[in-house]
């Protein structure tokens, strides 16, 4: 599975930016999708996961309630809708593929990963 970010940038704190994370495979539904980030200096973070069918989904705490996974199974494609971006936002995002989207959402780890998207919150 090859996984291709896109959609990060440079916005203000309050803003607002969405993500996407195309994959190139014939089976999409059967692979949970999650994103990941990583700051300057830091380990790298999950942040959400959401199940093949999109009926579940995970979240890190820091997230919740600004963030919002979603997948579109005919376009083989995921999103991370981010709204009050806050500069501690400001990461390299990554997106993840693996079969068990629990494995994302538990264990934080995936056997896919596009290269990231850079995002910038300015304060």
């Known amino acids: 599975v090859q996984l291709q970010a896109s959609g990060g940038g440079l916005v203000q704190a309050g803003g607002s930016l969405r993500l996407s994370c195309a994959a190139s495979?014939?089976?999409?539904?059967?692979?949970?999708m999650g994103w990941f980030r990583q700051a300057p200096g830091k380990e790298r973070e999950f942040v959400a996961a959401?199940?093949?069918?999109?009926?579940?989904?995970y979240y890190a705490d820091f997230v919740k309630g600004r963030f919002a996974i979603s997948r579109d199974n005919a376009e083989n494609t995921v999103y991370l809708q981010m709204n009050s971006l806050k500069p501690e936002d400001t990461a390299v995002y990554y997106c993840?593929?693996?079969?068990?989207?629990?494995?994302?959402?538990?264990?934080?780890?995936?056997?896919?990963w596009g290269q990231g998207t850079e995002v910038t919150v300015s304060s």
């Open positions: 959401i199940s093949g069918s999109g009926s579940g989904t």
């Open positions: 993840a593929a693996d079969q068990s989207y629990k494995r994302l959402g538990l264990l934080y780890d995936a056997d896919y």
């Open positions: 495979t014939r089976t999409f539904s059967n692979y949970g």
